[in-house]
């Protein structure tokens, strides 16, 4: 029987939203794999939006749902009508969206607060015994939400190729164990039944982040 897995986006575009490449990749692996997804969003304003060729903040405002959509291809449901029951695993690429739409981690770091209703289906998943995937920066939510779990965002020491290592302190200070990997591997905290990957907190080719999500894939949907 197909695997159904719900896949929380928050917005279009690295700086401001979710990352595409990421979200593609976690797409492409779970349909490879036979699943049954469905895209989900806050349907709230952004934090704000930036321009991708600049990196700069603009006067404009943006909607999550809305573009999110873009990525969905259209089809994507507000996240407060997901149903954790419905469901056998979850899944939360990274992008600037989870730390500006999903939480508010680009501004407070480890004081974060969680967007409400992300936070109470984090907890329902974790208490259901359903696995959670999660890539890039989006492992935070789970350090915020899961005190002591066990979670990768890469590895420790900045670098050219590390240049977000930083992260890591902030995990660990939240009591949460930090595993480094490789980009194209993925740590399992059977436990928890937390799977992450670190993408794009590595300055890596495409094609190994798009590997590294496929390990993050293939192992939630084990546990599932």
Not at 7 to 30: F, K, M, N, Q
Not at 70 to 94: C, K
Not at 97 to 102: E, F, I, Y
Request: glycine residues 8%; neutral net charge.
């Amino acid at each position: 029987m197909a695997k159904r897995v719900a896949v929380i986006l928050s917005g279009c575009g690295v700086y401001d939203g979710t990352e595409i490449h990421e979200a593609s990749a976690v797409l492409v692996h779970l349909s490879r794999a036979g699943a049954k997804v469905q895209m989900f969003a806050p349907n709230a304003d952004q934090m704000h939006v930036v321009n991708h060729c600049e990196g700069k903040p603009t006067e404009e405002k943006r909607n999550v749902l809305q573009e999110s959509a873009r990525i969905a291809r259209g089809d994507v449901t507000d996240l407060a009508e997901l149903d954790v029951s419905a469901f056998d695993a979850a899944i939360i690429p990274g992008g600037f969206g989870v730390a500006k739409n999903l939480s508010d981690w680009a501004v407070k770091n480890k004081d974060c607060t969680i967007q409400p209703h992300l936070e109470k289906l984090i907890k329902a998943f974790h208490k259901a015994g359903k696995p959670l995937g999660m890539c890039c920066i989006s492992p935070v939510l789970a350090a915020k939400v899961l005190p002591g779990c066990e979670l990768t965002v890469g590895q420790d020491k900045e670098c050219e190729k590390w240049p977000y290592a930083q992260t890591v302190v902030a995990v660990k200070t939240m009591g949460c164990k930090h595993v480094n990997t490789d980009v194209e591997e993925a740590h399992v905290d059977v436990k928890n039944k937390l799977v992450t990957t670190s993408a794009f907190m590595c300055n890596a080719p495409f094609h190994k982040v798009f590997d590294g999500v496929g390990v993050m894939v293939k192992e939630t949907l084990k546990l599932a």
